[in-house]
């Protein structure tokens, strides 16, 4: 099919696959750093729940607290009244005091029962003065229990608006990280993209003269008619030239992507549907697609190719391009892509 095109006309330049495997590699791009972000928000939540926790805990021992302190005031309030009363009796005796004086003055009969009397009330005075000093030493502890707890109250506050503000900065973080993901991800995109074009631009340059080769989507093809023997994993000798261009402009990528880029070149094999005969050492479809990338990847290796910039993979039959039951379809369906991907 590919043929007959070829003899229709002068091949044009196919812009589409470029388009195509810039939007499929911004998509898995911006997938995978999603997930990045989606799982530092995770973290950061989880912090944030842990710091919500020890906040509601605070607020708890707030409140006790808070609870304390208007006991402890009833307390005094209850003193302070028992002491105005004291007062007031204390009053009382001393006017009573002062009235039996008078009346001791007044007549001498009286005198001695008026002593009494004033002995008795100034034992009462002495009570009621031992009762006061106690009370005014009780509102004394008060106040000083009640300074402790706005003391208390005070540390607990400030270690609030302490967590809240972490609380602001941990939110801040996460905007900010959101911003630097989406710039690295626009960056990586754009790089990505710019090499993948030159590339394939290059690749379009060496197998410009075949009118066999295809590109679908974001791969080139090649028929594995051109590359091996039925049945086998052996290069032709005739492929050989071609696969050394292949390798020269590969070491070329290499040389101009930055190292920050984890980049590889996937080599996929493939096969039709029809099963092997009993000629050949392999036991199905995959086993012989997966030996002939790894073939393909053996030999760019022998060239120079760096070997973690390449990856072997077999399909076997199982994503044709042409689902017809045609030996053209089968002819199409027998191939070797190249891909270029992030790894």
Known sequence: MAIARARRGPSRADYWPGFVDAMSTLLLVFIFLSSLFMLAQFFLSQEITGKDTVLNRLNSQI?????????????????????ASLRANLSSA????????????????????????????????????????????????????????RRQIGAL????????????????????????????????????????????????????GRSDVEVVGDRFVLPAAVLFPSGTDDINDSARGELDKLAAAIK?????IPPEINWVIRVDGHTDVRPLSG???????????????????????????????????????YQPLDPGTTEEAYARNRRIELKLTER
């Open 157 to 208: 506050e400030s270690a609030l608006e302490a967590s809240e503000s972490r609380d602001r900065e941990s939110q801040t973080k996460i905007a900010d990280l959101g911003r630097r993901l989406n710039v690295a991800l626009a960056q990586r995109v754009q790089e990505l993209s710019r090499y993948r074009s030159d590339f394939f631009g290059r690749l379009r340059e060496i197998l410009a």
């Open 63 to 83: 409140n006790e607290l808070t609870e304390m302190l208007a006991l402890e005031r009833a307390k005094g309030n209850d003193l302070s009244e028992t002491l």
């Open 94 to 149: 001393e006017e009573e005091r002062d009235r039996l004086r008078d009346l001791l003055d007044k007549g001498s009969g009286a005198e001695s029962a008026a002593q009494g009397r004033i002995t008795g009330l100034e034992g009462d005075l002495a009570d009621e003065k031992r009762i006061s000093q106690s009370a005014m030493a009780q509102v004394e502890l008060l106040n000083q229990q009640i300074a402790a707890l």
């Open 279 to 317: 000629f050949t050492r392999f036991r199905s479809n995959w086993e012989l697609s997966a030996a002939r990338a790894i073939a393909v990847v053996r030999y760019l290796i022998g060239q120079g190719v760096s070997p973690n910039r390449l990856v072997a993979a077999g399909f076997g039959e």
């Open 252 to 256: 070329e990528l290499e040389a101009q």
